[in-house]
């Protein structure tokens, strides 16, 4: 249906080496990334941070798109992903779950619908049908 595309480049190697990622979006646009921007406090972005966007997001659209087919279409919502890289033991690295906090604000709508419509848009996201990582999700509704 659709493809997206990114490009990574990495010049230098392990700890010393810089990178670069763009969209071809041109939303990035070489934004600089390294072991200092993904360990550290180094001005930059890193895969789990970029993987944190792209699944809050995901699952904050899709979750509108869930409400609207229910019939509401007024309301706000803000969602913060988690992304946890950990190491895997064998000198890598995994991310191992991704935590979803959403804050809600949908008139009119119940607890349980809510719930219930949270909890199909996470399970559905396409962002966390690629992830393999725990996906946890916790909301507050206004």
Not at 102 to 112: D, H, Q, R, T
């Amino acid at each position: 249906m659709t493809t997206r595309t990114a490009t990574a480049r990495y010049e230098g190697f392990g700890k010393e080496g810089k990178g670069q990622i763009s969209s071809a979006s041109g939303v990035l646009d070489a934004t600089p990334y390294s072991f200092n921007t993904r360990f550290g406090d180094e001005k930059g972005t890193n895969p789990e941070e970029l993987v944190a966007a792209a699944h809050a997001g995901c699952f904050t659209m899709a979750l509108s798109f869930a409400l609207a087919r229910a019939g509401f279409n007024e309301g706000s919502l803000e969602t913060t992903a988690a992304v946890k890289l950990d190491s895997d033991g064998e000198g890598g690295f995994s991310i191992t779950r991704s935590d979803l906090t959403l804050k809600a604000n949908v008139p009119g709508i119940s607890e349980e619908q809510f719930e219930a419509l949270a909890k199909g848009a996470e399970a559905n996201c396409p962002v966390s049908k690629l992830l393999k990582a725990e996906i946890t999700l916790t909301f507050e509704l206004a």
